[in-house]
């Protein structure tokens, strides 16, 4: 079993700044990619940003230059740091982790969600 603890999020007002975290552990061989997706109201939940156990990230069109996902490797640990947020990227967003345990089958685990709301 996994667990991923998320935190950061909150209530920022329009052009402001906010970082998320979030922390898996439990029976992890190795973590392939960790990323945020998000889920406005209304909406299908999308990908945010991703990133690889290379170091490669992807990010939505509509975050790039706005938004910066890391990773600590030896924390299991993946961050987004979201600058000039919008009132367009109030959501709850999810951590999301794909990993392979030390019995090698491959598991995708999602954390508990965190509101973030931009006010305008």
């Known amino acids: 079993q996994v667990q991923l603890v998320e935190s950061g999020g909150g209530l920022v007002q329009d052009g402001g700044s906010l970082g998320l975290s979030c922390a898996a552990s439990?029976?992890?061989?190795?973590?392939?990619?960790m990323g945020w997706y998000r889920q406005a109201p209304g909406k299908q939940r999308e990908l945010v940003a991703i990133?690889?156990?290379?170091?490669?990230?992807n990010y939505a069109d509509s975050v790039k230059g706005r938004f910066t996902i890391s990773r600590d490797n030896a924390k299991s640990t993946v961050y987004l740091r979201m600058n000039s947020l919008k009132p367009g990227d109030t959501a709850v967003y999810y951590c999301?982790?794909?990993?392979?345990?030390?019995?090698?089958?491959?598991?995708?685990?999602w954390g508990q969600g965190t509101q973030v709301t931009v006010s305008s």
């Open positions: 999301y982790v794909y990993l392979r345990s030390p019995g090698l089958r491959v598991e995708n685990y």
């Open positions: 439990g029976n992890i061989f190795e973590i392939n990619r």
């Open positions: 990133i690889f156990s290379g170091g490669t990230t």
